[in-house]
């Protein structure tokens, strides 16, 4: 696995380069062709994803047959961080490749076995995907107080695309 890729990615920057090499052994290089499928929503999430190259779409069931786009993340980047820090849980949305993609899979149950050893690299990890997890919902949470008192005080017409259309570049910056 490329040094650099780990290191310049959030979960992985404050490793040191022991710690790195424990995250590689449990690494494997995957790709993924347009339209392959990394993570189905509802299933239970195997793997975190860290994406070299490529671009990938995040969907969520809005209402049976029907999805919506949440995202579009282009590498380098992290996908599948909830199913890997939430034991047991389901994927939260589909997560699809648009161009060719290539990574590394971290398989949950390896890293989960890193963590269960006391490793402190996977601790740190656990650590700063938590972190960023929370980052992402603080925004998430006042993006859409905006979006509700918009709502509320403009009397708009068009409240559900409204809502869909800020998200989306919410979640796509």
């Known amino acids: 696995m490329s040094e650099t890729l780990l290191e310049t990615l959030e979960?992985?920057?404050?490793?040191?380069?022991?710690?790195?090499?424990q995250i590689r052994r449990i690494a494997r290089p995957v790709e993924f062709g347009p339209g392959s499928t990394l993570i189905r929503e509802g299933e239970p999430c195997r793997a975190l994803y860290v994406l070299a190259s490529g671009t990938v779409e995040v969907r969520k069931k809005i209402l049976p047959g029907s999805t919506r786009q949440l995202a579009v993340l282009k590498a380098p980047t992290v996908v599948g961080e909830v199913g890997l820090l939430a034991g047991g849980v389901r994927s939260t949305a589909l997560v699809r490749a648009r161009?060719?993609?290539?990574?590394?899979?971290?398989?949950?149950?390896?890293?989960?076995?890193?963590?269960?050893?006391?490793?402190?690299?996977?601790l740190k990890v656990v650590y700063e995907l938590g972190r960023l997890l929370a980052e992402r919902m603080a925004k998430t949470d006042d993006t859409i107080a905006q979006l509700v008192t918009r709502l509320e005080e403009g009397g708009e017409t068009q409240g559900p695309e409204i809502f869909r259309d800020t998200m989306m570049q919410e979640w796509g910056s």
């Open 99 to 122: 161009t060719r993609t290539r990574g590394y899979e971290i398989p949950r149950e390896a890293f989960v076995g890193l963590v269960e050893e006391g490793s402190l690299a996977a």
């Open 11 to 21: 979960p992985f920057t404050r490793l040191e380069p022991g710690e790195l090499e």
